[in-house]
């Protein structure tokens, strides 16, 4: 079991998973970008210790947690000027909770690795709520080995912890996750918005639709916020955007034709240009509902 966990990354996301390893008992380093968000963090969870940098988080450190955007972040927090593969000793366990491209998981896992170093690709699915109350969905990638030793620090984190095979694998797994999540999010907007255009009260079909086949955790979640616009993000449109356009250059390298994810990633693209991108991803029924959700009041944050 890793005592000494560093955490590097204090976004939507991070910080409450931060808050649960605290509560767990765990003897936490964390580093942000911007230093304030991390300061603040510690001066609410007395004993965390604030890093100057990644090398200095993960200086005494048997598990570093990497929490950012996508690869070419992960990639600057552990092999930038002060990265904290400066500083990992042989032996020690990365564990990347970022989504992003499951080649690039592999290509980081393989230089890790070549310095003695453990690497889990080990991304989360639940947003913002679920990150706060420790019960997120981890998928994993990687060793076994890794996988058992990270465990108690996953479980930390989340309800359900699964090992979903070799390197990438959690990559791959949590970007096809979220590309159906984004179509179904489209299609309860699209509903939505037939709905009320057709005069149909959008309660209504809510109702009838969760008792049935037609019902989903997007038609649960995101029905409400969609139809009040209320966009504070849990989980951005933009990170939503970029997951989706990971798997479809996943599915083209493959060979796999998605055609729904394409349309998805079409119509989360009209919404990042109309300026969406850092509402929450419900904001994609303002696309569907076009020129008539000017008349609609809109809360993006």
């Known amino acids: 079991?890793?005592?000494?966990?560093?955490?590097?990354?204090?976004?939507?996301?991070?910080?409450?998973?931060?808050?649960?390893?605290?509560?767990?008992?765990?003897?936490?380093?964390?580093?942000?970008?911007?230093?304030?968000?991390a300061e603040s963090f510690a001066a609410e969870h007395p004993g965390v210790r604030v890093a100057s940098s990644p090398l200095d988080a993960?200086?005494?450190?048997?598990?570093?947690?990497?929490?950012?955007?996508?690869?070419?972040?992960?990639?600057?927090?552990?092999?930038?000027?002060?990265?904290?593969?400066?500083?990992?000793?042989?032996?020690?366990?990365?564990?990347?909770?970022?989504?992003?491209?499951?080649?690039?998981?592999?290509?980081?896992?393989?230089?890790?690795?070549?310095?003695?170093?453990?690497?889990?690709d080990?991304?989360?699915?639940?947003?913002?709520?679920?990150?706060?109350?420790?019960?997120?969905?981890?998928?994993?990638?990687?060793?076994?080995?890794h996988f058992a030793r990270a465990k108690p620090v996953l479980e930390a984190l989340g309800a359900l912890v699964v090992h979903v095979g070799p390197q990438g694998h959690g990559s791959m797994v949590k970007l096809i996750n979220n590309t159906v999540a984004a179509a179904n999010a489209l299609a309860v907007a699209e509903a939505l918005v037939l709905a009320r255009t057709s005069g149909v009260d959008p309660a209504a079909l809510r109702r009838v639709m969760s008792a049935g086949s037609g019902g989903s955790a997007m038609l649960e979640l995101k029905a409400e916020p969609m139809l009040a616009h209320d966009f504070e993000p849990l989980f951005k449109l933009d990170h939503m955007l970029k997951d989706v356009r990971h798997c479809l250059e996943e599915a083209e390298a493959l060979g796999v034709d998605l055609r729904v994810g394409s349309v998805t990633a079409e119509r989360y693209g009209e919404a990042a240009q109309e300026g969406l991108g850092n509402c929450d991803f419900a904001a994609v029924v303002s696309v569907v509902e076009g020129p008539a959700s000017a008349e609609v009041p809109t809360k993006k944050t």
């Open 1 to 37: 079991m890793a005592d000494k966990v560093a955490f590097l990354g204090l976004g939507i996301m991070g910080r409450p998973m931060s808050a649960n390893l605290v509560k767990a008992g765990f003897a936490l380093t964390v580093w942000n970008r911007t230093p304030d968000r």
């Open 122 to 145: 080990a991304p989360v699915t639940g947003s913002r709520p679920k990150a706060e109350d420790g019960t997120l969905t981890i998928m994993v990638g990687g060793e076994a080995a």
């Open 58 to 120: 993960a200086a005494d450190a048997d598990l570093v947690i990497t929490m950012v955007v996508d690869a070419p972040d992960v990639e600057q927090v552990l092999f930038g000027a002060r990265g904290a593969a400066e500083s990992l000793r042989e032996g020690a366990l990365v564990v990347d909770m970022s989504t992003i491209a499951p080649t690039a998981s592999r290509q980081i896992g393989e230089r890790l690795g070549a310095q003695g170093i453990g690497f889990l």
